[in-house]
């Protein structure tokens, strides 16, 4: 985190969610929501496991000003309904297609960004669209069966626990997981972190050994791009094996690293990834201008 990059606090929570427009697409027997913001060209967003549309919430701001923010709670996750079963990603896959195509009616062309579970998600989603997808960028991508050094085990939570010793439990689950930099996971990340996992009802875990993405990519119509954390525990100390992967699918793959920082690299670096994903887009904007 730079010196001029403030923590952030619930404020922007509450100012985001009141000044968002939400939609709605079926899943299950209930609705997957969508959460948008700002104007112009679409950029869809799919969070990671566990998680909602607020693993986006420090970036929502610098991407608004610039895109049509549109943000998914993804199948079973945040306020979306539960899929129907089985839970497979291409079933998952095909309830976000859906819902592409209720939030985005006109088949209106878009940038599409995942994080971790999302991007996995996302690649399916993104080989099916052929020309209607103007970009797909993996972060932190899972599944893509690659080299990785085995995990500290995550605390699940307990009967009975307190809030307070949830709380503190999410914040050792963060540090295992999420953050390079302990000393950055503030208390509106534990905060986030605590109610996306009370409100889970998927378990994405279970898809991150898999090599779901590899036989994927090369259908990808649109060009592709990764960004990852230095310290990315999920792919630490071989970064650069999702860059080549994604560089056997298209040898001019974007792939940028931001030094020091971990898995949830858009909120420990909000500036940098911010930095780095807008000037992909537009480059990827003025190329197909």
């Known amino acids: 985190m730079s010196s001029r990059e403030m923590s952030p606090s619930p404020a922007l929570l509450e100012r985001l969610e009141k000044a968002a427009l939400v939609l709605r697409s079926p899943c299950g027997e209930g609705s997957m929501v969508w959460h948008c913001w700002g104007e112009g060209t679409p950029l869809v967003l799919l969070h990671g496991g566990y998680g909602s549309w607020t693993h986006w919430l420090r970036n929502i701001d610098a991407l608004a000003r610039r895109y049509r923010v549109i943000a998914a709670d993804l199948p079973g996750l945040g306020d979306s309904a539960s899929p129907p079963p089985p839970v497979t990603p291409d079933g998952l896959a095909e309830i ?14 878009f940038h599409l960004v995942g994080f971790s579970f999302g991007s996995m998600l996302g690649g399916l989603v993104a080989a099916a669209r052929g020309a209607q997808l103007r970009s797909m960028t993996f972060v932190g991508s899972a599944s893509m069966g690659l080299r990785r050094v085995p995990m500290t085990p995550m605390r699940p939570p307990r009967r009975g626990m307190s ?6 439990l999410q914040r050792v689950n963060l540090g295992i997981l999420m953050f390079a930099d302990t000393s950055r996971i503030d208390d509106l990340a534990v905060r986030l972190q605590v109610e996306n996992v009370a ?4 378990k994405s875990r279970v898809f991150a050994p898999q090599n ?56 420990e ?3 940098a990834f911010d930095r780095t994903l807008l000037g992909r887009l537009d480059a990827v904007d003025r190329a197909g201008a």
């Open 96 to 109: 976000i297609g859906r819902g592409i195509d209720t939030v985005l009616p006109g088949g209106e062309r």
């Open 163 to 168: 809030a307070a010793d949830v709380a503190a």
């Open 199 to 202: 409100r889970a009802r998927i």
């Open 212 to 267: 779901l993405l590899g036989p994927v990519l090369p259908r990808i119509v649109a060009p592709i791009g990764g960004i990852w954390g230095e310290r990315d525990v999920t792919a630490y100390p071989w970064v650069e094996d999702r860059r080549d992967l994604l560089r056997r699918a298209q040898p001019d793959a974007f792939f940028e690293i931001v030094p020091g920082a971990g898995h949830w690299v858009m909120y």
């Open 269 to 271: 670096a909000a500036e």
